[in-house]
Nanobody, 114 residues
Framework: VRLQAFGGGLVQAGGSLRLSCAAS????????MGWYRQAPGKQRELVAK???????TYTGSLKDRFTISRDNAGPTVGLQMNNLKPEYTGVYYC?????????WGQGTQVTVSS
């Protein structure tokens, strides 16, 4: 399974960004898809994930600002991020679970300026 993420960039606080991630290769059998964030000097942490059936899970209060979605035809997973804060700065990684193993994309940088 190969993952390619798009959509990172620089945005001012209060702005919005949309991340997308496309899976290719052995895509039959992909289950959960999700996004993690690694802030500078911190461990990678879950932002949101979504099941094959489209049921989302968010970390903490992020559900108030972020919306995860997926298209199983791609398959692709998206993350709409609204009203961004500087503390959301980091490298965002998409991930999928395929037949019990986790696969990771290369990461895309999101920088939120104050």
């Amino acid at each position: 399974v190969r993952l390619q993420a798009f959509g990172g960039g620089l945005v001012q606080a209060g702005g919005s960004l949309r991340l997308s991630c496309a899976a290719s290769g052995s895509i039959f059998g992909i289950n959960d898809m999700g996004w993690y964030r690694q802030a500078p000097g911190k461990q990678r942490e879950l932002v949101a994930k979504i099941t094959f059936a489209g049921i989302p899970t968010y970390t903490g209060s992020l559900k108030d600002r972020f919306t995860i979605s997926r298209d199983n035809a791609g398959p692709t997973v998206g993350l709409q991020m609204n009203n961004l804060k500087p503390e959301y700065t980091g490298v965002y990684y998409c991930t999928v679970e395929w037949l019990g193993d986790d696969f990771w994309g290369q990461g895309t940088q999101v920088t939120v300026s104050s």
